[in-house]
C-alpha cells in the first residue's frame, strides 16, 4: 500500500519561506511522477508543481515561480522549497504520486494522495 505523508507546514510571516516534505512508502519512489496541489478554504483544489520520476522535468503553476520542486530518490522525499511567500499562499498542501511519465498538472490524473499540511502566512 502506498502512503505518502507531508510535514514541514506551519505560520510564517509573509517574505519568509518554508519547505515542505513528502515521504513516500510501498511502492519504488522513482517510479512515480510527484506533484504538489493546495487548496485554500472555499477554493478549488489547485495545482503547484510535479516532476518527473528522475527530477530531470519539472512542471508549475504560472503564481509559484518562488516555489522549487525537488525530489531525492533515494530518501523516498519529495520537497517544495517555498520562498517568498504570500497571504495568498495560505491553503492546506498536499503530495501526490501518479505512475506514468506525463509531469501533469491535473489533480484527477493521480492516484494517491497524502492528508496534506497547513501553510498560513500572515500579512
Known amino acids: 500500500q502506498v502512503q505518502l505523508v507531508e510535514s514541514g507546514g506551519g505560520l510564517v510571516q509573509a517574505g519568509g519561506s518554508l519547505r515542505l516534505s513528502c515521504a513516500v512508502s510501498g511502492r519504488t519512489f522513482s517510479s512515480f511522477v510527484m506533484g504538489w496541489f493546495r487548496q485554500a478554504p472555499g477554493k478549488e483544489r489547485e495545482f503547484v508543481a510535479a516532476?518527473?520520476?528522475?527530477?530531470?522535468?519539472t512542471r508549475y503553476a504560472d503564481s509559484v515561480g518562488r516555489f522549487t520542486i525537488s525530489r531525492d530518490n533515494a530518501k523516498n522525499t519529495l520537497y517544495l522549497q517555498m520562498n517568498s511567500l504570500k497571504p495568498e499562499d495560505t491553503a492546506v498542501y498536499h503530495c501526490?504520486?501518479?505512475?506514468?511519465?506525463?509531469?501533469?498538472?491535473?489533480?484527477?490524473?493521480?492516484?494517491?494522495w497524502g492528508q496534506g499540511t497547513q501553510v498560513t502566512v500572515s500579512s
Open positions: 501526490a504520486a501518479k505512475g506514468g511519465v506525463v509531469v501533469a498538472d491535473i489533480s484527477s490524473q493521480y492516484v494517491y
Open positions: 516532476i518527473s520520476g528522475s527530477g530531470s522535468s
